[in-house]
Nanobody
Framework: QVQLVESGGGSAQTGGSLTLSCAVFGVTSYGSRYYMAWFRQDPGTEREGVAAIDGNGRTYYADSVKGRFTISKDNDKNTLYLHMGNLKPEDTAMYYC????????????????????WGQGTQVTVSS
């Protein structure tokens, strides 16, 4: 059984940086190949896919964060990261780690399958 625990959220100023972490427990339940992603959501808004990475290290980004955010994975530590650079106030949201056995990237969009396992979320607040 897979469990995800996010950390690293906090407050930053516009133009600053933050790095989020997602510890993955029970990853062997997925076998040798699985997909991971970051999503975010502000209260009252729709959930937005931020970035995704597959078992081969291929990455995908939402247009809104491309060139500013970097998703990476440390398989030895079983940890997913999201480095967030050049932060903007519109990046303010609760950020959620996600994992699944199928891709999050479909038809040029980041969409979670129904079987996705979610972390509890970590808050990111960016002020001007």
């Amino acid at each position: 059984q897979v469990q995800l625990v996010e950390s690293g959220g906090g407050s930053a100023q516009t133009g600053g940086s933050l790095t989020l972490s997602c510890a993955v427990f029970g990853v062997t339940s997925y076998g040798s190949r699985y997909y991971m992603a970051w999503f975010r959501q502000d209260p009252g808004t729709e959930r937005e896919g931020v970035a995704a990475i597959d078992g081969n290290g291929r990455t995908y980004y939402a247009d809104s964060v491309k060139g500013r955010f970097t998703i990476s994975k440390d398989n030895d530590k079983n940890t997913l990261y999201l480095h967030m650079g050049n932060l903007k106030p519109e990046d303010t949201a609760m950020y959620y780690c996600a994992a699944d056995v199928t891709t999050f990237y479909r038809q040029n969009m980041l969409v979670p399958p129904v079987s996705t396992v979610w972390g509890q979320g970590t808050q990111v607040t960016v002020s001007s």
